[in-house]
């Protein structure tokens, strides 16, 4: 098994920033019935103003290559396309456990 870890970043005030938190982590919790590969999703809004970080993902895939198939679906394209203009930076870690 993989996981997959993502942090975003995202630019504007705190109320855009949120707004399109919001929409993203939608978008991202309703990825596993239209990936297969996806066994689950964990998404977390930041709540701490201390920290740098807006959004936090978790997803579960069974291999390396998953994350690939994950990445490139058009499900996730979509979802991803939510951030354009609004991500000012991304942290990634892929480990297997």
């Not at 990825?31 to 978790?58: F, K, R």
């Not at 895939?61 to 991500?87: E, F, I, Q, R, S």
């Amino acid at each position: 098994m993989v996981k997959h870890i993502v942090m975003f970043k995202l630019t504007g005030t705190d109320a855009e920033r949120l707004e399109v938190a919001k929409k993203f982590k939608a978008a991202l919790e309703a990825l596993p019935a239209a990936i297969d590969v996806l066994q689950s999703i964990e998404v977390g809004l930041n709540q701490n103003p201390s920290e740098q970080w807006d959004v936090v993902l978790t997803a579960i895939v069974p291999t390396m290559a998953d994350v690939a198939t994950y990445a490139n679906h058009p499900a996730h394209l979509a979802a991803a396309g939510l951030l354009k203009g609004h991500k000012e930076n991304r942290a990634c870690v892929d480990y297997e456990f």
